[in-house]
């Protein structure tokens, strides 16, 4: 059994596939920024000495991480409707993401923070330093520094993984590969570009994340450790 390769039809449909590409980095950016910062602030409230914060933050991480992210995305956008709140696709995609990546980047931050060894703590203590300029200067940027290649793979992932909005209707390149094999009946050779133009995507995005390690981090960036 032979099968002809016929890419035309597909290929025409790039403004399609355009529009696609820019949903998905809208939607894996915006997931990214926040999600970071959600982790970021879980991570140090897993932490806390306040057992009631510690638990709330743990029981939240534990929920998220034993639960698949299209569960997630179906409480989040089902779940506001059911409650009278009107969300649009694009924000509510962006929240489950957000939600689901904090989760992930929480465990990441937490494990980094724990490896920090006791002793730079307690001298920090020693020179009087504030519970704040400790986590600054000697706890969250070594921490940062040590797990960030963990973070950015996590972070690529979130980028493939936002291909699962496709379920609730957004229009991104999962979407997009979607509608173009039902209007050309060339799904092979639709979900080969797909796939390509993913593997771009991520790749990209670790040479972003590469940037990123060689600006942040000076120490990193001398040692050739960047990424």
Request: hydrophobic share 55%; proline share 2%; with cysteine.
């Amino acid at each position: 059994m032979s099968y002809q390769f016929e890419f035309a039809d597909v290929l025409e449909q790039w403004p399609l596939f355009l529009k696609g590409i820019r949903l998905t980095v809208q939607l894996s950016a915006l997931a990214v920024v926040f999600g970071f910062v959600v982790g970021l602030l879980t991570a140090i409230g897993r932490r806390s000495d306040t057992p009631w914060l510690a638990w709330s933050c743990g029981a939240y991480v534990e929920a998220i991480r034993n639960t698949p992210l299209l569960v997630q995305i179906f409480i989040v956008y089902f779940g506001f409707a059911a409650l009278g709140w009107k969300v649009s696709v694009f924000s509510a995609a962006t929240a489950a993401l957000i939600i689901n990546l904090g989760a992930y980047t929480c465990e990441i931050v937490r494990a980094g923070m724990d490896s920090i060894n006791k002793g730079q703590i307690e001298a920090a203590e020693c020179l009087a330093l504030t519970k704040l300029q400790i986590y600054r200067y000697v706890i969250l940027v070594p921490a940062l520094e040590k797990v960030f290649p963990a973070l950015a793979s996590q972070f690529v992932l979130l980028v493939l993984a936002s291909s699962v909005t496709s379920q609730i209707g957004a229009e991104d390149l999962t979407a997009v590969a979607s509608r173009i094999q039902s209007e050309t009946f060339r799904s092979f050779e639709t979900y080969i570009t797909v796939a390509i133009i993913y593997i771009v995507l991520s790749y990209l995005a670790r040479v972003l994340f590469w940037a990123v390690g060689l600006i942040v981090f000076k120490r990193r960036r001398r040692l050739g450790l960047a990424f």
